[in-house]
């Protein structure tokens, strides 16, 4: 398990985050080996600017038959674009997580000149073909939501959009809910059908007067239509 880690007040949204936390488990009950590992740190080492370092969120490992890839999102002067600093997704590898002197190599995944936060990257099964679903804070139609990416070069890309339209973000996905979108996590299950959970956060129901949140679970096998499960 990976999150991020946070000097405020234990929230895990947190500007100050420089670092994320590790815990091992033989059964997802009993968890061991806290580790914190600092990413400030280890891009200094790289020789990366970490000056201005904040916001090290959403942290995923997968590994890619020869070593661990951390990706997670990140702000610091190493991902500015010349003229701001915006959020980006980006990477770590390393043969063993719990080491942070191990952690060798940087890269960066995805930085549009825009916040992206929320990876999550999975293989479609019987191709070399790599998914990124993730979050594009640039509201488009007043809705932040999730978008895809693909990449035929591995976990860490690069990636491309499917469709070439719609500003590089790639096509979205559950623009039917129409709510705010964040936290995606899928999974192609044993037919190739894509399984997704995502946070629906913070929107406001005329229903009951009150602001809601849900996790929405959904399944397609076109990308484009969705069935709620």
């Known amino acids: 398990v990976l999150q991020s880690e946070s000097q405020n007040s234990g929230s895990d949204y947190s500007d100050n985050s420089e670092s994320f936390i590790i815990w ?4 997802l009950v009993h968890w061991y080996d806290e580790t914190m590992i600092d990413v400030k740190a280890i891009l200094g080492r790289l020789g ?4 201005n370092m904040q916001a090290v969120w959403a942290p995923q490992v997968l590994w890619d038959g020869t070593e661990f890839v ?9 991902t500015s674009n010349g003229s701001w600093n915006p959020l980006t997704i980006v990477y770590l590898k390393t043969s063993d997580l719990l080491d942070e002197s191990k952690y060798h190599e940087y890269g960066v995944i995805h930085n549009p000149g825009r916040h992206v936060i929320d990876a999550d990257i999975i293989k479609k099964p019987g191709t070399n073909q ?5 979050k594009d804070e640039a509201a488009s139609s007043g809705i932040q939501s999730i978008y895809y990416m693909i990449s035929d070069n591995g976990p860490t890309g690069p990636y491309y959009a499917p469709n070439s339209a ?9 623009a039917e809910i129409g709510k705010n979108l964040e936290g995606c996590n899928s ?3 044993d037919n190739g059908d894509l399984i997704t959970f995502v946070d629906e956060y913070g929107y406001f129901n005329s229903l ?3 602001t809601e949140a849900h996790f929405h ?4 096998s076109d990308f484009s239509t969705f069935t709620t499960l």
């Not at 990366?48 to 000056?51: E, G």
């Not at 719609?166 to 559950?174: C, E, I």
């Not at 679970?217 to 397609?220: E, P, T, Y």
């Open 130 to 134: 790599y998914y990124m679903f993730y």
């Open 24 to 27: 091992r488990s033989k059964d």
């Open 70 to 78: 951390v990706y997670f999102s990140l702000q610091c002067d190493g």
């Open 48 to 51: 990366i600017n970490n000056n």
């Open 187 to 189: 999974f192609f299950d």
């Open 208 to 210: 009951t007067n009150q």
């Open 217 to 220: 679970v959904s399944k397609s």
């Open 166 to 174: 719609n500003d590089g973000r790639g096509p979205q996905l559950f």
